[in-house]
């Protein structure tokens, strides 16, 4: 019988599942596309809501377009006071990740993906609201108070920030939230698209894709590594500590989040973007450990196993020194995933076959069913 560890299609890796025009990820370029453009250029010259209008649209807009996108957006922030009921009953322990899964499922609920036709307009609502779902919960549970969900920010950044600080986040911050967002859009086949799509192969509605998503990406091997790493480095003391504890966890084989990846083998493209801005933001928030701690990691985990950091790990320094709480940094992602899910959620429908594999049996050979007495 075969040993599950050893079959060669094990997790999938390497194989083709099927086809997108969205991304591609570890080919050309930097190693990350949306649309056939480099994520180093979106992230240096664009908007996280002309990203979103991209993945839904196939182009970037135009003036005009991205100007009734962000209207239309903004005008989607508000919260039906049934969904409010909902979150107020949420218990402050809970994980974020799993209010938005009841946010995302109770929306559905309330206002349901009627048709395929409907697309648009849910997945510009879900993009608009899941930000104030997050942080009436977050604000409601931690500090008692029920927010104004409706701020005028211009960017979802900004309003994620904003709604967390209750005050208009700065320049740098709100740059910093967009070029995040952009960075966590899309990424192909990962675990929580995947999810998305086989979910709407069976033809389901939206709402079902994307609260299956966010299933899987709160896991710690997917999504909920940033905050993992910021558990990680915030344990350590000083850069000599950093290498000491990580010189242990190796020798015990442990795995260290915010390293590693399933596609890229020699770097993550999106690292250097976000490394460099959690340099600058140590440096406005006055910091002399958590980066210079991220830094020695990186190079231990290079020399000892050529693992170097994805995404995740420099993202852990640079949501602390923004002030946002650990338990928010896996939701942040969410708020940005939903543009590359959705667009995925389209795709499938667009040219759809139920996802349905086959597995190797490596159970018991057929055998009767004995007697209940005789067992
Ligand atoms: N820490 C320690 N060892 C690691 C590691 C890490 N973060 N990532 C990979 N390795 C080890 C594996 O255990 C494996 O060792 P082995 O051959 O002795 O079993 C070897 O490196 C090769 O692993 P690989 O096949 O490249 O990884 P994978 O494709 O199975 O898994 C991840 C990819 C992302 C799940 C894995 O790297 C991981 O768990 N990373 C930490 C979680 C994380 O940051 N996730 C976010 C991804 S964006």
Not at 45 to 57: I, N, P, R
Not at 106 to 131: Q, T
Not at 300 to 308: A, S
Request: aromatic share 8%.
């Amino acid at each position: 019988m075969a040993d599950a560890k050893v079959l060669s299609g094990a997790g999938l890796r390497g194989q083709v599942a099927g086809q997108t025009a969205l991304c591609t990820v570890g080919k050309s370029g930097t190693g990350l596309t949306y649309c056939g453009y480099d994520i180093s250029e979106l992230a240096d010259k664009v908007q996280f809501e002309e990203v979103a209008y991209l993945l839904a649209h196939g182009e970037l807009p135009n003036q005009a377009q991205l100007q009734a996108y962000k209207a239309r957006l903004k005008g989607l922030r508000g919260l039906p006071q049934a969904l409010k009921d909902v979150l107020e009953r949420i218990p402050a322990d809970a994980h974020p990740m799993d209010v938005l899964r009841t946010g995302c499922s109770m929306l559905g609920n309330l206002e349901p993906e009627r048709s395929f036709a409907d697309a648009d307009h849910a997945i510009e609502r879900m993009l608009a609201v899941f930000p104030s779902v997050l942080l009436y919960w977050y604000r409601f549970s931690h500090d008692g108070v029920r927010i104004n969900t409706e701020t005028n920010d211009d960017s979802i950044g900004a309003h994620f920030l904003h709604m967390l600080h209750d005050q208009a986040p700065s320049q740098l911050h709100s740059e910093v939230m967009n070029t995040s967002l952009i960075l966590y859009a899309e990424h192909e086949f990962n675990a929580s698209t995947f999810t998305a799509r086989v979910c709407a192969s069976t033809l389901s509605d939206i709402h079902s894709c994307v609260t299956g998503a966010i299933g899987s990406l709160r896991g710690p091997l997917h999504g909920g590594a940033n905050e993992a790493a910021m558990e990680l480095i915030e344990a350590m003391q000083s850069a000599d500590h950093a290498e000491q504890t990580l010189m242990g966890m190796l020798a015990r084989k442990d795995k260290i989040m915010g390293f590693g990846h399933a596609i890229y083998k020699e770097f993550d493209p999106r690292n250097d973007v976000i490394k460099k801005w959690s340099k600058k933001l140590a440096e406005e928030y006055g910091d002399s450990r958590l980066y210079d701690v991220s830094v020695r990691c990186e190079e231990v985990m290079w020399r000892e196993k050529k693992l170097f950091p994805n995404a995740d790990f420099f993202h852990a320094s640079a949501y602390h020194f923004m002030g946002i709480p650990t338990k928010l940094f896996t939701p942040i992602f969410v708020m940005s995933r939903v543009t590359g899910w959705t667009a995925h959620v389209k795709e499938q429908r667009a040219n759809n076959r139920i996802i349905r594999p086959s597995a190797d049996y490596t159970g018991p050979e057929p055998r009767p069913v004995p007697a209940l007495s005789e067992r």
